[in-house]
């Protein structure tokens, strides 16, 4: 019988390729990518008309309850499109529960909202609309209001052909969305071949933002995220655990997405209340690094105002009783090359938006 | 929002440095909220706008008429002159003053703040003012 067990030197190739195959697994894992077109869905392309009859939506206060916010009320244009406050403004006598998130570069990502719950944008637009503590606008109702604007009915029949729908303002809201990306980040350049693009201190950076900080294993890509979910145990801030508004929030979300302990829920379950897996419970998406230096403060509550304390988090292992990270070990010098990489490399040419006028 | 004791450890921070200007802007669809802006500003014709502004918040939604009234004796005021001042809308050319600034600004959060011209909109805690007005400080001229 012929001896069917490996020899040496094919267990040795086979430990090789096996080693280059998890090698180049990594490798795409944790590759940064520079700049490259952003991806639109084939049902619903962009035009010239579609993003400005968009962007008029976007800055549009009829598409809130009380006619008092827009969405640029918590994606302001002037602050990298966040509202630069550790949880959202909200509809007025409410309060919101999580950070608003940036919008540069949002086209990038495969899921919507700290916790995912939309799959793309033309789905995410409608939530923030209908949402009681938001804009808490009827959906039904909002399409009769942007009907008996005859601008809005001509440029919908232009645009696509057909009446308002909420599908359609979402879809143009989206196609808006689309537009806001960083151009030109030092990153960009460097990883296009400029060699001069970074300092040399944010070169040390960079150093160990793909190495001993270990960073690019969830921030990769040409938005820098993973688009996963991760428990990092981020901590609760104890005034928004103390206010009955935002409980009051927090409640109404997690009867919505049926949390059975609805009641009695005292802190932010993340991704578990949609997926309702366990290795979800706090788990958060993980957000773009582009433009981190704009979009203070930081985390899903916006727990930490500067990046010095959201490089601490990290370099002490997160938050208490995570398994997601490990501590670093990062000297003082490492932080500030750390910083110095996230500041000046990921910062782009400032988005200006010419304010529309509105019908 | 309750942005009163961030604002008063700002006064108190940078006394002498810098002024505040206070403009009313009652939410239009609150039952009291013009009543309490006219609660307010009599309370201020005698001298104690900061302490009705803090029972105001404090006591917040029983802003009724009846509810002020009771505040005003709280706070020691002159109540048939409070109550006089309320009822007849003493202060309503101001407010209206000021919402339609505030509107023709295309203001509708409150509290937004505005230090030599930048906005910060919402309530935020005092730091954030602080990087804002030490900068804005640095630049003044002596």
């Known amino acids: ?359 | 929002m309750a942005a009163g004791p961030t604002v008063k450890k700002i006064m108190d921070t940078y006394k002498g440095k810098i002024r505040l200007v206070i403009k009313n802007y009652p939410y239009i669809y609150r039952d009291y909220s013009h009543l309490a802006a006219e609660a307010s500003l009599a309370a201020r014709d005698q001298g104690k706008y900061w302490e009705m502004h803090d029972l105001l918040l404090k006591r917040s939604p029983k802003l009724d008429r009846a509810s002020l009234i009771g505040y005003a004796k709280e706070l020691g005021l002159d109540v048939k002159r409070f109550s006089d001042s309320i009822d007849n809308e003493m202060h309503a050319q101001e407010i209206e003053r000021d919402k339609k600034l505030a509107t023709d600004m295309d203001l509708y959060q409150t509290p937004t703040f505005f230090i030599n011209g930048l906005k910060l909109v919402g309530d935020r805690p005092f730091d954030s003012f602080k990087k804002v007005i030490d900068e804005e400080l640095k630049n003044a001229r002596p």
């Open chain 1, 1 to 359: 019988m012929p001896d069917r067990r490996p020899g040496r030197s094919r267990i040795v190739m086979l430990c090789f390729a096996f080693l280059v195959f998890l090698c180049s697994a990594y490798a795409v894992a944790g590759d940064l990518e520079p700049f490259k077109a952003v991806p639109v869905p084939e049902e619903n392309p962009q035009t010239p008309e579609k993003i400005e009859l968009g962007k008029k939506l976007f800055f549009d206060r009829r598409l809130s309850g009380d006619g008092t916010m827009n969405c640029a009320t918590c994606h302001d244009p002037e602050q990298a499109f966040t509202d630069g406050l550790e949880i959202s403004l909200s509809y007025p006598t409410t309060r919101n529960w999580r950070n608003s998130p940036t919008l540069m570069n949002v086209a990038f990502q495969k899921h919507l909202f700290y916790d995912g719950r939309a799959r793309n944008l033309e789905e995410q637009a409608l939530f923030p609309m209908m949402s009681a503590f938001e804009m808490n606008r009827n959906l039904d109702f909002v399409e009769e209001v942007i009907r008996s604007v005859p601008e809005y009915v001509d440029a919908f029949q232009k645009v696509f052909g057909g009446e308002v729908t909420r599908e359609r303002m979402a879809m143009a809201i989206a196609a808006f969305e689309r537009t806001l990306v960083s151009r030109d980040t030092p990153l960009d350049r460097y990883l296009k071949g400029d060699q001069k693009a970074l300092s040399e201190e944010a070169m040390k950076g960079l150093a160990l933002f793909r190495g001993k900080a270990r960073c690019t294993e969830c921030h990769y890509g040409v938005s820098l995220s993973d688009d996963m979910f991760h428990a990092l145990n981020v901590p609760e801030d104890p005034e928004h655990q103390r206010d009955p508004r935002i409980a009051a929030t927090r409640r109404f979300v997690a009867k919505v997405y049926h949390f059975d302990e609805y009641r009695t829920l005292a802190e932010d379950p993340g991704r578990y209340l949609i997926t309702k897996d366990k290795k979800d419970w706090k788990a958060f998406r993980t957000p773009t690094l582009l433009e981190i230096s704009r979009t203070a403060p930081y985390m899903h509550n916006g727990i930490f105002p500067t990046l010095e304390e959201v490089i601490e988090f990290f370099d002490k292992g997160g938050g208490q009783g995570n398994s997601a990270l490990k501590p670093l070990g990062l000297s003082a010098r490492e932080k500030q090359y750390l910083k110095t990489f996230l500041v000046e490399a990921l910062t782009g040419e400032p988005v200006v938006i010419e304010y529309p006028r509105l019908p």
